[in-house]
């Protein structure tokens, strides 16, 4: 399941539910004969059903999320205008509403939109019924809804974690291979409407094995971390780079034309050469690299011609760029 369809179904449970309890209410409300409320929530029930269908609307078209604030703002609005100077029945009423905003809304909106009708009804109800009734709404409505708001809060922050580790390699801190596919699907789509060159480049640490062999396991990943951080620290925004295994970097240059893209990838071959490694002193890699054409071509064909151009530099003797050419 996608993530869109996680999120869509949680928010057509959380829609179906909140209308079933507001349905309980208004026959608990009829018995006791508070017949306002009832008439409240043969507008609510609707309302939510609306919230249900919108939802279900985004799956097939492109809509914005406008509606659900929108939509809560108007529920609260509805039952606020039963709370008078007599009555505070509607009050209960509000708790859903706050809870089923931490479902259908992002995080900082749904804190936004809880704190606005925290502090606008606990003057209304000041306004209607005095300081007491006010005081007693404000304390269980802020109780319920910080309860909410930690768990949410608890969510979000493991989720963003594990879109992180999704997407980063866990030694350099680079983006990881996966990420590396999908970015590239995404901007050959791109290169192809607006016409501009894309290049990608693959780089790696010449003999890297038997600086391995000599220095061991961890010297190599040391060596691996600082050139992942020059790396990163050599290209500009927009770019981004990647790494594999074994010592093997990508880099890709959006809207970076073919002779750009060799100023970039010489200077990086020279550089690596001229820095003082703290691991190994001096060293060298060997660069292949590639452009897309205005011939249609998949991530995975752009991988090959990159590696291909990789291993030819290797090759011909290391320490050296090479351009990918078709045979
Ligand atoms: N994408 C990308 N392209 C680079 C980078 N460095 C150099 N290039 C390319 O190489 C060209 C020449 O770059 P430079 O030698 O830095 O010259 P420059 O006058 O600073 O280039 P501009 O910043 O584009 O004006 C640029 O126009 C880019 O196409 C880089 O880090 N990323």
Known sequence: MTDSQLKNMTRTTSYGLTAFFMFFLAIQNYRYGFYELVYTATFLIP?????????????????KDHAHPILLAVMVVLIASNINETSSNATLWLYPIGLLSYLV???????????????????????QQGLFNSLSFFTSYLLISSVASIFAYLHHHKNRKLIELSLHDPLTGAYNMKHLDDTLTKEISRSHVTGNTLSLIALKVDYFDQFTDVHGN???????????????????????????????????LPNTPQEGMLIMTERVRRTVEETKWQTIGTMTVSVGCTTSTEKPTTAESLLKEVQCALSDAEANGHNRVNHFTQQ
Do not use: C, W
Not at 222 to 249: K, P, Q
């Open 47 to 63: 309302l939510l059903g609306f919230g249900i269908a919108y939802t279900y609307a985004q799956r097939f078209f492109e809509i």
């Open 105 to 127: 809304l992002p995080f900082r909106m749904s804190n936004v939109f809880n704190a606005g009708v925290l502090i606008s009804l606990t003057f209304f109800i000041m306004i």
């Open 218 to 252: 961890n010297a190599a990943k040391d060596l691996t971390i600082e050139l992942s951080e020059m790396l990163g620290g050599m290209i500009r925004a927009g770019d981004s780079h990647y790494y594999d295994d074994n010592s093997l970097f990508y880099m890709l």
